[in-house]
């Protein structure tokens, strides 16, 4: 059958030989890419912005070396070094504490690569937003008795949230996007499998403009979550204009 | 040698921020039911021995006992002193109730919550009973109806009645006034100390900083006057602004009035 003579909902089909199915699957793929790599980098962001405001000369040095590489790197340049120098050394690792020979997850890899990504840009926002809490309020947590991990997890946290949300908000858009950059090292995401589809049919505009719609309709739920996020972490602050 | 009597007693207390040292040698004891006021000028150290108390600054030298238990200090290797003993600061901070001049309640929490945070995670309080006497005690201090909204909408005298609110729920052994009436607009200062007066009559341990000398002279058993980070002249109220005996004290009751 030419290729012409198949209609777009032919070609959109989510049966083979339609294509739905295949673009829906690496819609998924890079919805858990963009979830995974997030919040590994929220994680990180917490320890490194933790570590950059409390930790001793040491540990500083070491998350500053963290953040000024990782942002200096394009993140292309970044995956590429991680995914394939970093798997490479992974599996040396664990052959020479005789594992043997180990086939590295592609899913995982990439969540790691997209987290230490955003993990550089997290630790920013929000040591920002921690230093932007009035110390009084983290001084009466200290004041009543609270210990350390108890102040960052009752105060601390939750009073910087308001400052943090705007920055992690257009993180969270990044790596939606950063997804896509994970196509170099075939992982088989929205914008690897738009190519084949679109390869394979010479349907290239409706390909695009599908995967372009998925992508776009990703970040529209988006933001109507983070309105309620940012309502809710904004809940004691007096509005101003 | 320690008296379980003695809700706070201090021994000479020192602190130095690098070469200026701010307190020269404190010694001051509280018996329960004691109500101290602290006075003197701006830069006297009212506030810094205020903290040192509860350990927000580390004295440089000197202790501090809570209800006949001294807090274990050690020297942190730089000419200063630093706890020994995390868990023991945390618990007797727990139990020292401090009101701050800024309130400092924590601002994603209602007033409730701001309330009962204290007693449920660090005293573990079970969550329904803290509520219960959290609203005793909001009842009390007249924000009952206030408990579900948060302080940034309030009046800096209703924040400062839902701070001592705080400081109530925690049935303190001591409580710890830093100047609570110097941010507060002019007409809102009677309400926060109309507050402050009723616990003083009920016989609550407490050291008040602060530049309300009427109340002071009112409410506290016993003044403090603090000059260039020593005691210049102590006794009760009657005596020390009625016969102040320093020339300094005179000054500055004078200057106040």
Redesign the interface.
């Known amino acids: 059958m030419a290729a012409a003579s198949q209609s777009v909902f032919d070609l959109l089909a989510y049966d083979a030989p339609g294509w739905g199915g295949v673009m829906l699957g690496g819609f998924y793929m890079s919805l858990k890419l963009a979830f995974g790599g997030y919040f590994l980098g929220l994680a990180i962001g917490i320890g490194g912005a933790c570590g950059k405001l409390y930790g001793g000369p040491l540990i500083r040095d070491l998350m500053e070396i963290y953040t000024t590489l990782i942002r200096a790197v394009p993140d292309l340049v970044l995956m590429l070094l991680l995914y394939y120098a970093g798997t490479d050394a992974l599996s040396q690792l664990l052959a020479l504490m005789g594992y043997g020979a180990v086939d590295i997850n592609a899913l995982m890899a990439g969540i790691f690569v997209i987290g230490a990504v955003q993990g550089a840009y997290s630790t920013e926002v929000l040591r920002g937003a921690i230093k932007a809490v009035p110390v009084g309020q983290i001084e009466a947590a200290r004041a009543y008795g609270m210990s350390p991990l108890m102040v960052l997890r009752r105060v601390t946290l939750p009073a910087m949230l308001p400052h943090a949300i705007p920055g992690l908000a257009n993180l969270w858009m990044i790596a939606t996007k950063d997804t896509a950059l994970l196509a170099v090292i075939g992982l088989s995401e929205l914008t690897l499998v738009t190519r084949q589809a679109a390869g394979s049919t010479k349907a290239y505009m409706l390909f695009f403009l599908a995967a372009g719609a998925l992508y776009l309709a990703l970040t529209l739920v988006s933001n109507v979550v983070i309105r309620l996020i940012e309502k809710r972490a904004r809940r004691g602050l007096v509005r101003t204009a | 040698m320690t008296d379980p009597q003695e809700a706070i007693r201090v021994t000479d207390l020192h602190k130095r921020f690098g070469p200026l040292e701010v307190l020269k040698g404190i010694s001051l004891t509280a018996k329960q039911g004691d109500v101290i006021a602290i006075i003197g000028g701006s830069g006297s150290g009212k506030s810094t021995f205020l903290r040192c108390i ?1 350990l ?1 600054e580390l004295p440089t030298a000197g202790s501090v006992a809570v209800h006949g238990e001294t807090i274990d200090m050690k020297t942190d290797g730089q000419g200063g002193l630093m706890p020994a003993n ?1 868990k023991q ?10 009101v ?1 001049q ?8 209602t007033v409730l919550g701001n309330v009962i ?2 007693p449920i ?2 005293l573990g309080v079970p969550r329904d009973q803290a509520i219960a006497t959290a609203e005793t005690i909001l009842k009390r201090v007249g924000l009952f109806e206030k408990r579900d909204v ?4 309030l009046s800096g005298g209703q924040q400062q009645r839902a701070a001592i609110a ?1 400081a109530l729920a ?1 049935q303190p052994l001591a409580m710890l006034f830093d100047e609570p009436t110097s941010a507060l607009d002019p007409e809102l200062v009677g309400e926060v100390l109309s507050v402050i007066g009723d616990l003083a009559r009920e016989k609550r341990t407490m050291l008040l900083v602060t530049h309300e000398m009427k109340f002071a002279r009112e409410v506290s058993n016993h003044v403090v006057f603090l000059h260039n980070g020593l005691i210049e002249e102590q006794g009760p109220p009657e005596q020390v602004f009625g016969a102040p005996k320093s020339e300094r004290l005179k000054k500055f009751i004078s200057s106040i009035h």
């Open positions: 509860n927000l995390r600061v945390e618990r007797i901070r727990s139990r020292l109730a401090m701050f800024s309130f400092n309640l924590w601002q994603h929490m945070e204290v995670h660090v948060y302080p940034s909408f705080r925690v």
